[in-house]
C-alpha cells in the first residue's frame, strides 16, 4: 500500500482553479519532489494534504485511511508532518521548546499531572527530551549545547529552518512534507541539507514529500518529480526524464530566470 | 477508484438561504397569529415597532459605519468609538443646554478645539505653512470662542459643531495612541483602544455628568405624532421620518466622497492592501486620520439623533459601550469593512432588537423578551461569525497560511 | 531546562521567602492598620484574578475581556451558598426581593445538615463551608468557562475578544433578568455575605499562592508549551498537532475556575454581592495589571498589580475637593506637558523638526493656562471647588496607553522571576570553546550574504557554487532585505551582552529599532582584538554567520582582508 495517495483532489477559492484533478502516489521511503513555476499550485497541495485546506472534491489517504476532514493536528497525529516555506516557528521560545512542543500530542498527561509534576509526568517529560535532542542531533552539534535554550529569534535564517525540520521530525510522523526547505540557504547550506534530507529517509525512515524551486537540489535527491501547471499535473517520473519532458520546459524551465526574483511569492 | 464526494462538500449547509428565507417566514407566521388568530394586536402596531426599527437600525448603522471604515483599514476594532458617539452626543447636550461657558473655560476649550483643528488641517494640508491651515485654526478659535460664550444654538447647529469636534478628537485618539503602535500585534492595539475607552468613560464622568441626563434641545421634532392607516393608528413621533432621513443624507455624502473623491480612493485602495497603496504614493497616515476624522464624525450624529431619539442620555460611562459593542456587531454582521455591509448591519440589528421583542410581549406570566434584547446583538454577532465570518456582504479577512 | 540547577538550594530559598512574608503579613494583619490590612487583601484577591486572567491573555495569548463575567458567577455563588440565616431572612422579608424559597435554601451549611454532617454546621467550621462554597464558585465558572469556550474559541484574536467582553456583559445583564433573579436578588443582591475570608491576609494569600504555585506549574509544563505555541503562531501549532480548541478550552477553564475564587474572595472582601461590583473595570484593571508586569510572565501580572491597587487605594489624594484654580492649573500643566510630550516623542522617532508649530502652540497654550490659574488664583471665575471622581481610572488607563506605546512587553515582558536570575546564573551564555566549534560549523567563507559578489569578485568556493545555481541573490530572500535597511547582523544578532532572561521577551520591537540586542560597539572589539591563531567568532561571541552579514553589509571591502587572515589562521589551526 502507497504511504500516501492523492486521488482527483480539486480545490478552487472563487474563480480560481487552484488544484484540477490532482492524483499521485508516494511510496513508503521514496522522497518526491513536486516543482512546478509560481502559483501551480504546490503550496495549496500542502495545505490540502495537512487538512488546512479541505478539498472540494477527491481524496487523499495516508497508509489507506483518508485525511479529509481533518484538521492540521489530527493529520500530525495521523502521521503527516510539515515545515512551511515562510518559516513558522515559536520565535519567543527556545529551541528546545520548539522540539518538544510536536510530542506533546503524543505523551499527553493530564494536566492536573503535570501541575503536581507526577511521575508518569516526569517519565513523559524525560522521553520527549530525548527525543527532542535526539531529533536535533540529526543537524550536526549546531543547535545543540547552548543553542538549545536560546530563543529562536536570535537564529539565523538556516539555523532556523533546520530546527523547523527538527521540529517536524518530533512529531513523530511516518511522513514529512518540507515546503522548500533550502529557501534563503547559501550553496553550502543548500549542500547540507541536500544530505541532511537524504539521512532522514535512510536513518530516519521518513516519506518525503518536498516542494523546491533549487533544480539541482531537486534532481539530486528525488527519486520521482511531479510537475504541477495551474493546479494540473503535468509530467511525473524520474528527474531527467521530466526536465526533457517538451511540456515541462515549456511550462516550467521557459521561466526559469523568473524563478530567483519571484521566488516566496508562490 | 471513483470520485469521492468530500465530507466537507456533503456537509455544506446553505445557511444564507436558510437564515433568509426562513426567519422571515417565522416572523410572517408570528405577526398571523397574534394579528388574526391571538388578536392580541393590530397590524398598525407592527407598523409602528418596524418604523422605529428603522429608527433605532439608522442609529447603528451610522455608528457602525465608522468601526467598519478603521477596522478595514487597520484591522482595528476602535473599542473607543463607543465612546467618542458618546462625547458627540454630550458636546451637543452642552451646545445647546450649557453655554454660556465662564471665559476661562470658554476660552480654554476653545483654544484646544481650535488647536485640534489644526492639527487635522496640517494632517490633510502637510504643512503647517500652508494658509489654509491657519486660517482654518484662526476661525475656529473666534468662531468656537463665539459660541461657547453665548447661549442656545440650534439642535442642528449643535450637531454639525459636535461633529466637528468629535472628528478632531477621533483624529488625535489616532495619531497620540494608535499611531505609535502601527506594525504592532494587533492585539496590543486593541488593548491601547480598550484603554482610550476607558479614559474617555472616565473623563465624561468627570467633564460631563455623573447621572442621566435629560436632552430636550427644543425642536418640534421630538413631538408625538400619531396617524391612521387601514389597520389601525400608528403612534409614533416625528422622528421616526427624521433619523433615517438624515442617515441616508450622511451614507449618501460617505458614499460620494469615498468613490468620487482622491482621498476616498486612496482609502479604498488603502483598505485593500495599506502596504501597496503606500507604495503607489498614497499617505496611509492621512488616510488613517480621514477614516477616524469621518468615523468619529459620524458617530457624533448618531450621538445627537440618539438623544433626540431616547429623549435623554445615559451616564458617560455606560452611554457609549453598549451602542458601541452593538453597533460593532452590526458590522461584523453585515460584514465588516464594507459600507453597505454596516448599514445592512445596523438596520438588521434594529428590527432584531425592536421588532421581534414586539413579536413576544409580555404576556401573564411570561415576561417577554424585552428584558434580553440587549443580549441579541452578542448572540447574533457569535452566531454570525461562527456561520460565515465575513457577515453578509463582507469577504473573507482571514489569515493565509 | 536540564536539572543542573541546584533545586535544593532553591527550594530553600523559596521556603524561607515564603516564611518571611508569612510574617510581614501576621505583623501587617495585627498591627499594620485596617488600611494596609485591605490593601494587601485586595492584592492577593485582584491578583489570583490577574493570573488567572493571564494564563489566558499571556500565556496562551487569547485576548479574554469577559473574566468579571466568570468573577460575578464565582462571586454570586459562594455568596449564596454561606449567606447566613439572618441575612436569608431579611431578603426573604423584603418586598422587593426577587428570590423564591428554593433558592434562599441553597447554601452549604443546608447540604451539610441533610448529609448529617452537624459537625461542620457548627460557627466554629465556617471556614470549612466557606472553603466549599468557594469551590463550588470556582467549579461553577468554570462550567460557564467551559459554555462560553467552546463556541468561541474557534475565533481569533480580535474577534475572540469582542465575543468574550460579549459573554461577560451577557452574563452581567442576564444576571438580573426574571429567568435569573431567584438566584441573583436582581439589582439587590445580597448584602451580610461573611468577611472575615476576604479580608483575613492568611486566607487570601495562601490561595494567592496556591493559584501562583498552580499556574507557573502548568507555564513550565508539557501543556503550558503547547498553549505558548497557541500564543506564538497558532498555524505553526496546529500543525505541529497541538488540538487548538481543546487547549484554549482548557485554559479557558483553568482561568474561569481562578476567576470564580477570585470573585468569591471579593465578594467576602466586600461583604456583599451586587452587579455592579463586577463591571468591566474589573477585567480592565487586570488587563493593566498583565501589561505593565509583563504579558505571560506571572511574577510581572504580580507587580502590575501591586501597582494598579496601589493606585486604586492610595489615590484617594486624586479625587479630593480642590479649588478651580487648582484644576484650571491641571489642565494647563497637563496641556503643557502633552506639548512637551510630543517635542520629546518627535525627538526619539527622529522626526523634524523637533519643535513643531503644533507642539509649539500645545505647549504654549498650556503654558498660558497654568500662568493664569498661578497669577490669578482669586480671580471672579475661579470661585468654586470641584471634585473629579475617577482620576484614578483614568491614571490607569493613561498608564496603560503609555506602556502599549512604549514597551508594549511590559516590565518583566515574559521572563519570570527567578532564583537563578537574581543570583546572575546565566545558563544560557555559551562557553568558550561552544563559540569556537560555532565559529567552526558555520565556514564564514561560504555563509556571506550575496556571495563574493559584494566584495568585488574575490572568487572563491561560494562565488563559484552561487554562480552555477544561476547567480540566486541570497540576500534578498534574507527577512532583512525585504524592505528593511538593517544590516543582517542585528537581525541575527546572539547579543553577546544578551542577559539570559530579560532580553528574552523584548525581542521583535528592540531588534528592529537597532536597539539593545545587538551592540555593533561589540564587533568592532571583537574582529579588531582577536588575537593571532584564535578564530573571530571564538573571541568575539557572536555567531560568525552574524559578524559576518555586518561585514558584508556595513563594512564590506575592508573586512574582506580581514577574513583571508581569517581563513589562513584556520588553516594553521
Not at chain 3, 423 to 431: D, I, K, M, N, W
Request: net charge neutral.
Amino acid at each position: 500500500m502507497s504511504m500516501l495517495s492523492v486521488r482527483d483532489v480539486s480545490k478552487s477559492f472563487g474563480g480560481l482553479q487552484a488544484t484540477h484533478q490532482l492524483s499521485f502516489d508516494v511510496e513508503p521511503g521514496e522522497i518526491v519532489s513536486v516543482i512546478g513555476p509560481n502559483g501551480a499550485g504546490k503550496t495549496t497541495l500542502f495545505n490540502l494534504i495537512t487538512g488546512v485546506y479541505t478539498p472540494d472534491e477527491g481524496d487523499i489517504q495516508l497508509e489507506g485511511t483518508s485525511l479529509v476532514g481533518r484538521s492540521p493536528d489530527q493529520v500530525v497525529g495521523a502521521g503527516i508532518a510539515r515545515t512551511f516555506q515562510n518559516l513558522r516557528l515559536f520565535t519567543n521560545l527556545s529551541v528546545l521548546e520548539n522540539v518538544l512542543i510536536p510530542q506533546h500530542r503524543r505523551r499527553h498527561v493530564p494536566w492536573w499531572q503535570a501541575v503536581l509534576r507526577t511521575r508518569s509526568y516526569r517519565e513523559a517529560e524525560r522521553v520527549m527530551h530525548e527525543r527532542a535532542l535526539e531529533a536535533l542531533s540529526f543537524f550536526g552539534p549546531r543547535l545543540m549545547s547552548f543553542r538549545l535554550h536560546q530563543p529562536v529569534y536570535v537564529l539565523s535564517y538556516a539555523n532556523r529552518r533546520r530546527t523547523e525540520m527538527a521540529r517536524a521530525m518530533a512529531t513523530g510522523a511516518k511522513m514529512l512534507l518540507l515546503d522548500e526547505p533550502s529557501a534563503g540557504m547559501n550553496p553550502k547550506e543548500t549542500k547540507e541539507i541536500t544530505q541532511i534530507i537524504r539521512r532522514m529517509r535512510d536513518e530516519g525512515g521518513y516519506t518525503i514529500l518536498l516542494v523546491e524551486h533549487k533544480m539541482n537540489l531537486v534532481g539530486e535527491i528525488s527519486d520521482r518529480v511531479i510537475v504541477l501547471d495551474y493546479g494540473r499535473k503535468i509530467a511525473e517520473g524520474a528527474y531527467e526524464d521530466v526536465v526533457n519532458d517538451p511540456a515541462v520546459l515549456e511550462a516550467y524551465l521557459g521561466k526559469r530566470s523568473d524563478d530567483a526574483s519571484e521566488e516566496g511569492a508562490a | 477508484m471513483s470520485l469521492v464526494t468530500t465530507r466537507a462538500a456533503a456537509r455544506r449547509i446553505p445557511w444564507g438561504w436558510i437564515l433568509g428565507l426562513g426567519i422571515p417566514a417565522l416572523i410572517f407566521v408570528r405577526i398571523y397569529y397574534l394579528v388574526a388568530v391571538a388578536g392580541e394586536r393590530d397590524l398598525a402596531f407592527f407598523l409602528g415597532a418596524a418604523l422605529q426599527a428603522m429608527q433605532l437600525g439608522s442609529l447603528y448603522a451610522l455608528i457602525a459605519l465608522g468601526y467598519t471604515m478603521v477596522y478595514g483599514i487597520i484591522r482595528l476594532i476602535n473599542f473607543a468609538h463607543g465612546e467618542v458617539f458618546m462625547v458627540g452626543a454630550f458636546t451637543s447636550y452642552f451646545l445647546f443646554t450649557l453655554a454660556p461657558f465662564a471665559l476661562p473655560w470658554a476660552l480654554l476649550w476653545s483654544a484646544l478645539l481650535a488647536w485640534g483643528v489644526t492639527f487635522v488641517l496640517n494632517l490633510w494640508r502637510g504643512s503647517m505653512r500652508d494658509p489654509l491651515v491657519l486660517a482654518g485654526g484662526g476661525v475656529a478659535f473666534v468662531a468656537f470662542a463665539a459660541v461657547l460664550s453665548t447661549s442656545g444654538l440650534n439642535w442642528l447647529a449643535a450637531m454639525l459643531l459636535a461633529m466637528l469636534t468629535t472628528g478632531v478628537l477621533g483624529v488625535v485618539i489616532d495619531r497620540v495612541a494608535y499611531r505609535p503602535l502601527r506594525g504592532a500585534p494587533r492585539i496590543s492595539l486593541l488593548i491601547t483602544a480598550i484603554a482610550v475607552s476607558f479614559l474617555l468613560q472616565n473623563t465624561g464622568l468627570i467633564l460631563f455628568t455623573r447621572n442621566q441626563t435629560p436632552y430636550r434641545p427644543g425642536t418640534s421634532w421630538t413631538e408625538f405624532l400619531q396617524f391612521d392607516v387601514a389597520a389601525g393608528t400608528v403612534y409614533t413621533s416625528r422622528l421616526v421620518f427624521l433619523i433615517p432621513i438624515v442617515t441616508a443624507i450622511l451614507v449618501a455624502a460617505l458614499t460620494l466622497f469615498v468613490t468620487r473623491t482622491r482621498l476616498g480612493k486612496a482609502m479604498r485602495a488603502s483598505a485593500q492592501d495599506a502596504e501597496t497603496a503606500q507604495m503607489m504614493g498614497v499617505n496611509v497616515n492621512r488616510v488613517i486620520a480621514t477614516t477616524f476624522l469621518l468615523g468619529s464624525m459620524l458617530a457624533a450624529a448618531g450621538g445627537v439623533l440618539w438623544g433626540l431619539n431616547f429623549g435623554s442620555l445615559n451616564q458617560p460611562a455606560v452611554l457609549g459601550i453598549l451602542p458601541g459593542i452593538k453597533a460593532f456587531a452590526a458590522a461584523v454582521i453585515g460584514g465588516i469593512g464594507s459600507l453597505p455591509g454596516a448599514v445592512i448591519g445596523g438596520v438588521l440589528l434594529g428590527f432584531l432588537e425592536n421588532f421581534v421583542t414586539a413579536l413576544f410581549p409580555r404576556t401573564g406570566d411570561f415576561p417577554g423578551l424585552t428584558e434580553y434584547k440587549d443580549t441579541f446583538a452578542f448572540a447574533l454577532l457569535i452566531v454570525v461569525l461562527l456561520i460565515r465570518p465575513s457577515g453578509i456582504v463582507g469577504e473573507d479577512l482571514s489569515e493565509k497560511v | 531546562m536540564p536539572g543542573e540547577r541546584p533545586i535544593a538550594r532553591n527550594t530553600l530559598l523559596t521556603l524561607g521567602v515564603v516564611a518571611i512574608v508569612g510574617l510581614l503579613l501576621a505583623w501587617a494583619q495585627g498591627v499594620g492598620g485596617a488600611k494596609l490590612n485591605d490593601t494587601l487583601a485586595l492584592f492577593a484577591i485582584w491578583g489570583i484574578a490577574a493570573l488567572s486572567l493571564n494564563l489566558v491573555n499571556g500565556t496562551t495569548g487569547i485576548l479574554s475581556l469577559g473574566h468579571h463575567g466568570f468573577m460575578l458567577i464565582g462571586g454570586y455563588v459562594t455568596a449564596l451558598l454561606i449567606l447566613p440565616d439572618s441575612a436569608r431572612q431579611q431578603i426573604s422579608s423584603s418586598a422587593r426581593s426577587a428570590m423564591t424559597p428554593f433558592t434562599l435554601g441553597l447554601s452549604v451549611e443546608g447540604a451539610f445538615a441533610a448529609l448529617g454532617l452537624q459537625a461542620l454546621t457548627t460557627p466554629g467550621t465556617l471556614w470549612v463551608r466557606f472553603l466549599v462554597a468557594l469551590l463550588v464558585g470556582g467549579l461553577v465558572a468554570m462550567v460557564f468557562g467551559l459554555i462560553v469556550g467552546i463556541p468561541s474559541l474557534r475565533l481569533k484574536g480580535d474577534y475572540l475578544a469582542i465575543v468574550t467582553f460579549g459573554f461577560g456583559e451577557i452574563i452581567r445583564l442576564t444576571a438580573s433578568t426574571s429567568l435569573f433573579a431567584p438566584f441573583t436578588n436582581g439589582a439587590l443582591g445580597y448584602a451580610g455575605v461573611p468577611s472575615e475570608f476576604g479580608k483575613s491576609l492568611g486566607w487570601t494569600f495562601a490561595l494567592l499562592g496556591i493559584t501562583l504555585f498552580v499556574l507557573t506549574k502548568l507555564k513550565f509544563s508539557s501543556h503550558g508549551r503547547a498553549l505558548q505555541a497557541i500564543r506564538e503562531d497558532e498555524i505553526a501549532a496546529e500543525a505541529m498537532g497541538v488540538a487548538l480548541a481543546r487547549h484554549k478550552v482548557m485554559a479557558f477553564a483553568i482561568s474561569a475556575f481562578f476567576a470564580g475564587i477570585a470573585g468569591g474572595l471579593w465578594v467576602s472582601y466586600l461583604s456583599a454581592a451586587r452587579l455592579d461590583f463586577f463591571l468591566f473595570f474589573l477585567t480592565f484593571f487586570f488587563l493593566v495589571a498583565i501589561s505593565v508586569g509583563g504579558t505571560g510572565s506571572y511574577t510581572g501580572v504580580l507587580m502590575g498589580t501591586a501597582v494598579v491597587v496601589f493606585v486604586q487605594q492610595y489615590g484617594d489624594p486624586l479625587e479630593q475637593t480642590y479649588p478651580l484654580e487648582t484644576w484650571f492649573a491641571l489642565v494647563g500643566a497637563l496641556v503643557l506637558a502633552a506639548g512637551l510630550g510630543g517635542a520629546w516623542f518627535r525627538r526619539r522617532t527622529r522626526l523634524r523638526p523637533v519643535w513643531h508649530p503644533l507642539t509649539v502652540i500645545l505647549a504654549a497654550i498650556g503654558a498660558v493656562v497654568l500662568a493664569v490659574a498661578l497669577l490669578a488664583p482669586n480671580w471672579a471665575p475661579f470661585d468654586g471647588t470641584f471634585q473629579a471622581f475617577g482620576m484614578r481610572r483614568i491614571l490607569l488607563a493613561v498608564l496603560l496607553i503609555t506602556i502599549m506605546a512604549l514597551r508594549p512587553e511590559g516590565i518583566m515582558s515574559r521572563a519570570e522571576f527567578s532564583w537563578a536570575w537574581l543570583l546572575r546564573e546565566r545558563t544560557a551564555e555559551p562557553s568558550d570553546e561552544e563559540r569556537a566549534q560555532d565559529a567552526w560549523l558555520s565556514n564564514p567563507d561560504l555563509n556571506r550574504p550575496g556571495g563574493a559578489a559584494d566584495a568585488g569578485g574575490a572568487g572563491d568556493a561560494g562565488d563559484a557554487a552561487s554562480t552555477a545555481v544561476g547567480r540566486y541573490d541570497y540576500a534578498s530572500d534574507h527577512p532583512s532585505a525585504q524592505g528593511d535597511p538593517l544590516p543582517r547582523a542585528l537581525l541575527d544578532e546572539d547579543g553577546p551582552g544578551a542577559h539570559p532572561l530579560l532580553e528574552r521577551g523584548s525581542k521583535p520591537r528592540d531588534v528592529q529599532r537597532y536597539g539593545s540586542a545587538g551592540d555593533p560597539a561589540f564587533h568592532e572589539d571583537g574582529s579588531e582584538g582577536a588575537p593571532e591563531g584564535v578564530p573571530e567568532g571564538a573571541a568575539s561571541g557572536p555567531d560568525p554567520e552574524d559578524a559576518d552579514g555586518a561585514a558584508g553589509d556595513a563594512r564590506g571591502d575592508e573586512r574582506q582582508d580581514e577574513h583571508q587572515d581569517e581563513r589562513d589562521d584556520e588553516g594553521r589551526a
